[in-house]
T-cell receptor, first 115, second 114 residues
């Protein structure tokens, strides 16, 4: 069974600074997808970024980028130029190769932005 | 305009009652899911349906019964509610035959059992 571990229950960063959230996972599959979801206080789950395991290039979405290390089974999220609106719970998630497979989530990291 | 909607958003009920949560998606997706988020914010899959067929059932007590009348709807019925059922329940949907298909989540239903 796949597992996802987020070792940082809480992180904080000064506004406009950069922060990196860590995620490691365990799987015996070679092809899969990894995601970062954001959950603000409104509790809506919002997809931040997606990485396909067979792509070596790290995904980027505006101020959000990942460092995907397949051999190390590591998938960290970097947020640049942090903004107050980035304050939220961030969940790392793993999904198998098919679009109808479940998401396996990590325990989440609560990110606080310091003005 | 809402992609995945859930009703109700909040549900407060007493132990022993039976309640239902409804979910509808207008994205044309063929796969729908129920996730449970507990008080520690941990999210875990409960069920998923693909084209109205149950494909995932993750050791959920049989007091929980999902029903999918059509591809666009997945309801969750809970019998004999217990205190431990208090949680936020999220519905989600995706297009199962798209490898890159992301899951779109509803706004969640906060269930409180007293």
């Amino acid at each position: 069974a796949q597992t996802v571990t987020q070792s940082q229950p809480e992180m904080s960063v000064q506004e406009a600074e950069t922060v990196t959230l860590s995620c490691t996972y365990d799987t015996s599959e070679s092809d899969y997808y990894l995601f970062w979801y954001k959950q603000p206080p409104s509790r809506q789950m919002i997809l931040v970024i997606r990485q396909e395991a067979y792509k070596q290039q790290n995904a980027t979405e505006n101020r959000f980028s990942v460092n995907f290390q397949k051999a190390a089974k590591s998938f960290s999220l970097k947020i640049s130029d942090s903004q107050l609106g980035d304050a939220a719970m961030y969940f790392c998630a793993y999904r198998g190769n098919f679009g109808n497979e479940k998401l396996t989530f990590g325990t989440g990291t609560r990110l606080t932005i310091i003005p | 305009d809402t992609a995945v909607s859930q009703t109700p958003k909040y549900l407060v009920t007493q132990m022993g009652n039976d309640k239902s949560i409804k979910c509808e998606q207008n994205l044309g997706h063929d796969t729908m899911y129920w996730y449970k988020q507990d008080s520690k914010k941990f999210l875990k899959i409960m069920f998923s349906y693909n084209n109205k067929e149950l494909i995932i059932n993750e050791t959920v007590p049989n007091r929980f019964s999902p029903k999918s009348p059509d591809k666009a709807h997945l309801n969750l019925h809970i019998n004999s509610l217990e205190l431990g059922d208090s949680a936020v329940y999220f519905c989600a949907s995706s297009q199962g035959d798209r490898r890159t298909g992301e899951q779109y989540f509803g706004p969640g239903t906060r269930l409180t059992v007293t």
